[in-house]
């Protein structure tokens, strides 16, 4: 599997977008960027996935570069109940084997 | 709520103990995960049932025994346990179809083993 490298902490204002990147520098070509976030003491909660293209949902959007090495995670409004341990991950095609990293702390400040 | 549950939340026991750690899901899916996170440390995949039968065992010390009765349910024998295998453990469940499935996790079970 691909590594993925995220910063260990970062803050963000409430009320503005937070945005969490990741390095992929290995990924392959049949590899999904998946993002999971773990709120204290809770079980992790999927966010979002991509291939290659931009992906948006309710939660967040995903920007994945041109040469699929990096992403970033967007939350638009971040609030306090965004706080929590993200984790980016990196996939195979039909491979259910979820390898969390240490993911990247984001703690969003009054 | 993700639909996957766990019971019980909380649990102490002894080296001596036998327990049992028992996850369900309701969302239909047709696999599910045991994981575990120590303190300070990555979530770590222990067991994967795929259609109730194990695919995979990432060389589990033998006093965890998992169990897949039917879709729905997993369990976690424990027995023998020692005090490093203190952790959150948790459960996940995904549906395999197609390229893409995404785990839903339970809430997890606090084990504290004295």
């Known amino acids: 599997d691909a590594k993925t490298t995220q910063p260990p902490s970062m803050d963000c204002a409430e009320g503005r977008a937070a945005n969490l990147p990741c390095n992929h520098s290995?990924?392959?070509?049949?590899?999904?960027v998946y993002w999971y976030r773990q709120i204290h003491s809770q079980g992790p909660q999927y966010i979002i996935h991509g291939l290659k293209n931009n992906e948006t949902n309710e939660m967040a959007s995903l920007i994945i570069t041109e040469d699929r090495k990096s992403s970033t995670l967007i939350l638009p409004h971040a609030t306090l109940r965004d706080t929590a341990v993200y984790y980016c991950?990196?996939?195979?095609?039909?491979?259910?084997?979820?390898?969390f990293g240490a993911g990247t702390r984001l703690t969003v400040k009054p | 709520e993700t639909g996957v549950t766990q019971t019980p939340r909380h649990l102490v026991m002894g080296m001596t103990n036998k327990k049992s750690l028992k996850c369900e899901q309701h969302l239909g899916h047709n696999a599910m995960y045991w994981y575990k996170q120590s303190a300070k440390k990555p979530l770590e995949l222990m067991f994967v049932y795929s259609l109730e039968e194990r695919v995979e065992n990432n060389s589990v010390p033998s006093r965890f025994s998992p169990e897949c009765p039917n879709s729905s349910h997993l369990f976690l024998h424990l027995h023998t346990l020692q005090p490093e295998d203190s952790a959150l453990y948790l459960c996940?469940?995904?549906?395999?179809?197609?390229?893409?499935?995404?785990?839903?996790f339970g809430p997890g079970t606090r084990l504290t083993v004295t």
């Open positions: 996940a469940s995904s549906q395999e179809s197609g390229a893409v499935y995404e785990q839903y």
């Open positions: 991950i990196v996939r195979p095609y039909n491979n259910n084997d979820m390898r």
């Open positions: 290995t990924i392959s070509g049949n590899e999904y």
